[in-house]
């Protein structure tokens, strides 16, 4: 049970929030109810107080207990790399070598309360480690990844068949699911890429997004997949009418069913902001400025998102794919980075130029977007990604819809299918 224990609970450890899994853990080590990243022999988190002279740390669980963390004479420390499932490998480190930010298993008996544990062994992920990871795994999931939505299911021969966007407009790829890939399911009120879970192929539906990690045929048709991340989501725009930075609520009227809904923006909820038509012409040729590549300005666009943030898709099949705007003069699609405008226009890549924002930029009268899973209660909506300003994006949205009944007015609601920023990446 002991041997048990630590298997699970290292995973809990390489797993932080915005981590993509490569196993899911289950409640054998016995979690305590509402919080599994507290057991009665540990808690993991991550650290955000060190009191040096008391000896002591807060750490903060991914589900947002506080637990205090009493460290010893005899506590022993023990650093370990991000992919690294046993302690063979880990090093041993002092007091002095945990900083604020680190993610760490706080190994003794816990309080009754759940609120302290007088740790025994303190196993330590460095942060900047933990963010090199994170950044790989992004890399290789644009690199090598397809986006889409889900418009087949054969469960015969476990196959899904999904719509993706090309240059060429919406393409058919066929994915075949065998035991051997890893399904992963976003679950209902989630947000971030590390909240899917284990999930089974009968679980897919027809109108799921999905990322797939894998490698694409020589004619784009078929794609042999390692892992697949689904979900359920749920797109919608209104006005704000109401807006509580304390509790993080955004109340908005659904332009499409006219009747209201909250937005719960958390933490890890994306936010950016779509600029007036008249500030777009850089973004749209490439050229950036401010807030390119989803960076605001004077940081680095490779590393301009938090961790546990989910990110947008773009290209063919997802970021980093050769869609519209990925390459060719500007303008063409070509290298380049130039916007297409016409029914090649890359909306992701677009969504993936703006820069982020806080709640607080938010304004009552705004129009936004927001993406979110399909949550237990229909009026009350968890934000995975939200976009501020979002007039001109649905009008050029609605523009490039088929238009019937003479010279009738686009409908601003009618675009949102062609935005697909749900599944985020590690």
């Known amino acids: 049970m002991k041997a048990l224990f630590l298997a699970i609970a290292l995973v ?62 005899k506590t022993v420390y023990m650093r370990l790399a991000p992919g690294e499932k046993t302690l063979t490998n880990a090093t041993k480190i ?20 759940h609120k302290s544990v007088p740790a025994t062994a303190l196993i330590v992920m460095n942060k900047v480690d933990i963010a090199k990871k994170q950044e790989l795994e992004r890399a290789e999931w644009k690199k090598r990844g ?49 909240d899917a879970k284990v999930a089974k192929f009968d679980e897919l539906k027809v109108g799921d997004q999905v990322r797939a990690l894998g490698d694409r045929s020589a004619d784009g048709t078929a794609f042999t997949a390692e892992k697949v991340v689904t979900g359920s989501f749920r797109m919608v725009s209104g006005v704000v009418t109401a807006i509580d930075a304390a509790t993080g609520e ?46 605001p300005a004077g940081q680095n666009p490779s590393s301009g998102e938090a961790g546990n943030r989910p990110q947008t898709g773009g290209g063919q099949g997802g970021p980093g794919g050769r869609g519209p705007g ?54 009350r909506l968890t934000a995975i990604s939200l976009i501020s300003g979002a007039d001109t994006l649905l009008a050029m949205l609605a523009a490039r819809q088929p238009q019937t009944g003479g010279q009738a007015a686009p409908n601003p609601a009618s675009g949102l299918g062609a935005v697909q920023f749900g599944i985020g990446l590690p």
């Open 326 to 379: 990925s390459g060719g003069p500007p303008g063409t699609g070509g290298p380049g980075g130039g916007m297409r405008m016409g029914g090649g226009m890359n909306i992701q890549d677009l969504i993936e130029r703006l820069p982020i924002i806080t709640i607080a930029d938010v304004k009552v009268g705004d129009t936004i977007i927001v993406s979110s899973t399909k949550g237990a209660d229909p009026a």
């Open 94 to 113: 002092a007091f002095t070598d945990v900083g604020e930010g680190d993610r760490v298993w706080a190994r003794g008996k816990v309080a009754d309360d």
């Open 146 to 194: 397809v986006l889409g939505i889900i418009t087949a299911v054969k469960l015969e021969t476990k196959e899904i068949t999904i719509s993706s966007r090309s240059m060429a407009g919406q393409q058919a790829i066929v994915i075949p699911v065998s035991e051997k890939v890893e399904v992963r399911r976003y679950a209902p009120d989630s947000i971030k890429f590390a």
């Open 250 to 295: 955004v109340k908005i009227n659904d332009v499409q069913t006219k009747q209201p809904l909250t937005i719960v923006v958390k933490q890890d909820a994306v936010l950016r902001k779509f600029p007036p038509m008249g500030e777009m012409g850089g973004m749209m040729m490439g050229r950036g400025g401010p807030g390119a590549n989803g960076a």
């Open 12 to 73: 809990l450890v390489l797993v932080p929030a915005g981590s993509s899994a490569s196993a899911q853990t289950t409640t054998s080590a016995q979690p305590q109810a509402g919080d599994p990243g507290i057991t009665p022999n540990g808690a993991i988190g991550e650290v955000k107080v060190i009191d040096s002279p008391a000896r002591q740390m807060i750490l903060k669980t991914d589900a947002g207990t506080l637990v205090t963390v009493a460290l010893g004479d």
